[in-house]
């Protein structure tokens, strides 16, 4: 017998004389990650392991979304083993539009032409498992948090858009309305670009990847060549390379002195620049406290870190997320 067989059974052994509900709660947690292009899933077991992954191309449109979706788990649960088929305890979804947890209804997730949807009652219908439904940059951050032990931490999404999620003692905070950290519709930018969003000098305007394709469209992606070309010397791209670290500077600025985090994580896409990201920011974050000891006094830079980059964050978090809120006992299939 090998290790993991062992450990599934100690697992089936400790689940025994539980309720149901219960059972299903401590078995196999699935979760996925849609976006406009692609969905992304992890099926993690009791002990925290991951023990399935899928990756898969996503389609607009309501019935479709629904579909992928499904066929998702069915993939997840077939990959765990039949040990696993009958003892998924709940599905975790991490979708971009705006979200209510509680009801699992999404509207306005535009890339995926998704006006509205009852998303969590129609995939429990369909699968016979408790659904949570969670903004995408919501269950990144449970994601990016999964192991830590610090009281609070903010993730901040460089993406297309700019955006950030707040984990509080394990648990993601949606705030009153469902709009904390929407960070990136702040509108202290100076530039006073206009955002999509209908305000002016919003931080999304510098500080994403929409606006760094704007601002540097001769590349894609475009800052990895944006920071190149700033170090050979080209003014144009050490203007667009002050622009935007000054953007994220400013948004870091913004979570310390507002929600005051032990840990800052960036991710999103822009992180695939890897170290030297890190090095843009942290570089004007220090120029910015030489000439305040009250900033310099906040250590920013040693409070901020980087994603790494192999790691499903997404789809971790979403799992977690689901998990969470099947626990509580307010979603559809308990």
Avoid at 21 to 31: A, F, S, T, Y
Avoid at 35 to 50: L, N, Q
Avoid at 171 to 185: L, T
Wanted: hydrophobic share 40%; charged share 20%.
């Amino acid at each position: 017998m090998t290790t993991q067989d062992s450990a599934r059974k100690q697992e089936r052994k400790q689940s025994a004389g539980k309720s149901p509900v219960e059972q299903r709660v401590g078995g196999l947690r699935i979760g996925l990650d849609i976006g406009g292009t692609k969905i992304e899933g992890v099926a993690i077991d009791a002990a925290g392991h991951t023990v399935a992954s899928t990756r898969k191309p996503s389609r607009p449109g309501n019935e479709q979304v629904i579909e992928d979706l499904a066929q998702s788990v069915r993939e997840l649960q077939a990959q765990a083993g039949s040990e696993y088929s009958q003892e998924a305890s709940s599905l975790g979804i991490g979708i971009p539009g705006r979200v209510d947890s509680v009801s699992g209804t999404v509207w306005d997730a535009v890339n995926l032409h998704i006006r509205k949807v009852e998303l969590g009652t129609e995939l429990s219908r369909e699968l016979g498992m408790p659904v949570g439904i969670e903004n995408d940059v919501n269950a990144a951050a449970l994601g990016a948090y999964a192991d830590s032990k610090v009281p609070t931490m903010v993730f901040i999404n460089l993406g297309t858009g700019l955006a950030a999620g707040i984990i509080r003692q394990g648990h993601i905070d949606h705030g009153a309305s469902g709009a904390i950290g929407e960070i990136g519709h702040i509108p202290v930018e100076l530039h006073r670009f206009a955002c999509k969003c209908g305000q002016q000098g919003c931080l999304e305007t510098v500080a994403s990847g929409s606006a760094l394709a704007r601002l540097w469209p001769q590349a894609n992606p475009p800052l990895p060549d944006i920071i190149r070309r700033s170090r050979e010397g080209n003014l144009q791209a050490e203007q667009v390379l002050s622009m935007f670290a000054q953007g994220v500077a400013t948004v870091i600025q913004i979570v310390a002195l507002s929600i005051d985090p032990n840990t800052i994580v960036i991710g999103g896409g822009l992180t695939k620049t890897g170290p030297d990201l890190l090095n843009v920011v942290n570089t004007e974050l220090e120029r910015q406290a030489a000439n305040s000891h009250f900033i310099d006094s906040l250590k920013l830079p040693e409070r901020l870190s980087l994603v790494p980059a192999e790691r499903a964050i997404g789809a971790i978090g979403a799992a977690l997320a689901g998990a969470q809120q099947a626990k509580s006992g307010a979603l559809p299939g308990k």
